[in-house]
């Protein structure tokens, strides 16, 4: 079976894991990034970038992905193709294990596993992915200026995400399946007191409707959870905001995770419960989950393992004098 050795093991090839590489292997840490079954990470899943900085005209997510992939090879970054099955925290060099058997060991590891929004799971939903249904409005709300659009869910998320609508939209309406919210009151006494955002209460999406050539959603059938009445709301843009999945469930029993399922790090750093082990990224950030901050930490997380593994050879050094 293949062994790979490394000093810097990233976990992830999104903007998180990509940045640590860049900066691990400008710092000469030869780091070896192992991709995962998305090489590129989310952004590869959408189509224009718009608020990343440094571009003036939209660029698309996977051509972002490709230039940053192609920046961390051009300084030395190496990639397997790979997805780790399992984690061995308990001595060091640390050792992951691949799904296709391949054994990593590594001085430090950057996860950069990131998240993954949820989503409803109707066929429909799919279907207008990118023709109108959303899981990010900071992301594509933009795309919607002056048009009707409507946030699914209840917590602090789906609340922010329908005051940041305003910004574009003076129509914008939150559905819910209960008849109150869980985010906080804070966020539920501005959203209540905006005048551009109605709640519709007790309802749920019976279905994403389809209209027009080229095709782009013209409204959402949703259902009372009550009576199970259908009712049409016209919108343009529907954002589900029902939460997301941390993809942290290898690191379970083995690294520190908040209630949330995130890995937990110390305030301001990037430093993880298992010294030596370093998380960046969507898979520790449930707040502001965009590329750039995604990318900031992945930096933190290299200046991070960088000191670790300084800190780590003086010691050594000093012990064989
Ligand atoms: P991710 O991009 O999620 O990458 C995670 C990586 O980890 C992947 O490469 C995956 O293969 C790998 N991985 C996971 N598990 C394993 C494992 N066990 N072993 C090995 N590898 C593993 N943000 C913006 O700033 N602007 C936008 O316009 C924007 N648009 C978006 C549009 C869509 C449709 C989506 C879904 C998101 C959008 N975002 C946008 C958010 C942005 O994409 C994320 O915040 C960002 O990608 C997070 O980066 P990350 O590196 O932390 O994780
Ligand atoms: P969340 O708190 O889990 O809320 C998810 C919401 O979606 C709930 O209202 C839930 O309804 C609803 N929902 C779940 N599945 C659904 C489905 N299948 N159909 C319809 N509705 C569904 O998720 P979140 O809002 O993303 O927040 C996640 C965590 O991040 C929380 O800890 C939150 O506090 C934190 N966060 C904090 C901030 C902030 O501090 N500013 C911002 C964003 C997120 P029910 O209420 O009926 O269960």
């Known amino acids: 079976m293949k062994t790979v050795s490394t000093r810097l093991l990233v976990l992830g090839s999104g903007p998180a894991g990509l940045t640590a590489a860049i900066y691990a292997a400008r710092a000469g840490m030869s780091p070896v990034v192992v991709q995962g079954i998305q090489p590129g990470g989310q952004l590869t899943t959408t189509t224009d970038v718009e608020n990343y900085p440094g571009f ?29 099955s399992d984690v ?31 989503w409803l799971g109707l066929p429909s939903e799919e279907h207008m992915k990118g023709k109108g249904a959303s899981a990010c409005a900071t992301c594509d709300g933009f795309f919607y200026r002056g048009k009707k ?39 539920q006494d501005r959203l209540f007191a905006h005048p551009g955002i109605k ?9 994403f409707v389809a209209g027009g050539t080229p095709e782009a959603l013209v409204g959402l059938d949703l259902r009372d959870v009550r009576t199970g009445a259908i009712s049409r709301l016209d919108v343009e843009g529907a954002f589900v905001a029902i939460g997301h999945h941390p993809a942290t469930e290898l690191f379970k029993g083995k690294l520190e995770l908040d209630s949330d399922g995130y890995i937990a790090v110390e ?3 990037t430093r993880t419960s298992v010294e030596g082990v ?6 520790m950030d449930k707040l502001y989950r965009q590329a750039v901050t995604a990318a900031g930490t992945g930096c933190m997380a290299a200046l991070d393992a960088e000191r670790f593994l300084a800190e780590q050879e003086f010691e050594a050094l000093q012990a064989a004098e």
């Open 199 to 207: 709640v519709i209460w007790h309802s749920e999406v019976a279905e």
């Open 88 to 118: 061995d925290f308990s001595r060091r060099p640390f050792v992951l294990t691949g799904d296709g058997g391949t054994t990593y060991t590594c001085d430090t590891l950057v996860i950069a596993t990131g998240a993954q929004a949820k």
């Open 278 to 283: 370093f998380a960046c990224g969507d898979v």
């Open 267 to 269: 305030t301001g750093s």
């Open 56 to 84: 003036r005209d939209v660029i698309q997510g996977p051509w972002l992905m490709e230039e940053m992939q192609a920046q961390a090879e051009h300084v030395g970054t190496r990639f397997e193709w790979d997805h780790i």
């Open 149 to 187: 659009v409507a946030v699914i869910g209840g917590g602090n998320t789906a609340v922010e995400e329908a005051l940041y609508l305003t910004n574009h939209s003076h129509d914008v309406t939150l559905i819910h399946r209960r008849d109150s919210l869980r985010a906080e009151k804070i966020l």
